[in-house]
């Protein structure tokens, strides 16, 4: 199944789905050749995880089971590497958390989990979001998808690139002071920062606390 990556929105996606002319794997697995065609430039994925096809798998046997969609069904998303995933390393771009294994989920993660979501990756930031290019990563620098010669912005700029390289259809980040308004602007992209207070933090690897 042939898809459309750069003209794909979660609403579209959501609508092929409730249509049954969609289905979630097919789609992570046209992020993943995009993924592996790409990023070894980009640098925006630090991992891409094994088990999301089996996710999608998952989203795929909802589906057949005759459900309705949920708010992002199949929606693949990449996630910044200082919001943890169970059992997923989480190193806040820094080689001191390299080989740290998260034993619990963000809530952010356990709702869009709920809502139908698959955790494509983990991307790159500056280490412990100190910064505002994602040139300050201990594992490389996150290039500009479109000019390589350009920074993504940062502190979340790895999922910036990310999305607008087409290698996932939505992303996760944290902001502070712009990390995620700021890379969204660098590379073309809508970036929300939500009131403070109304998105928990918990298990989010924060830059500070508030």
């Not at 992002?72 to 390299?98: F, H, T, Y």
């Not at 350009?150 to 607008?164: E, L």
């Not at 290698?167 to 970036?191: E, H, I, K, N, Y």
């Amino acid at each position: 199944m042939a898809i459309d990556l750069r003209s794909l929105t979660i609403v579209s996606w959501r609508e092929q789905l409730a249509a049954r002319k969609g289905r979630a794997v097919d789609l992570v697995e046209a992020y993943q050749t995009e993924i592996a065609r790409r990023n070894g430039d980009l640098n925006a994925y630090l991992e891409v995880f094994a088990d999301a096809k089996q996710a999608a798998e998952a989203s795929d046997e909802f589906m057949a089971r005759g459900n309705s969609p949920r708010p992002l069904e199949g929606v693949p998303l990449a996630i910044k590497d200082n919001i943890l995933i169970e059992g997923k390393i989480a190193s806040a771009a820094s080689k001191m958390l390299a080989s740290y294994r998260a034993v619990d989920s963000a809530t952010v993660i356990d709702r869009l989990r709920r809502a139908g979501a698959i955790m494509l990756g983990r991307t790159n930031m500056d280490e412990f979001a100190m910064g505002s290019s994602t040139e300050n990563s201990a594992f490389g620098p996150t290039r500009h998808p479109i000019d390589s010669t350009r920074v993504p912005g940062g502190s979340s700029g790895g999922t910036a690139a990310a999305v607008a390289a087409d290698l996932a259809l939505a992303g996760l980040g944290s902001d502070t002071a712009g990390s995620v308004r700021q890379p969204a602007s660098f590379c073309g992209l809508v970036g929300l920062k939500p009131t403070y207070g109304a998105v928990s933090r918990s298990g989010l690897i924060a830059m500070a606390s508030s």
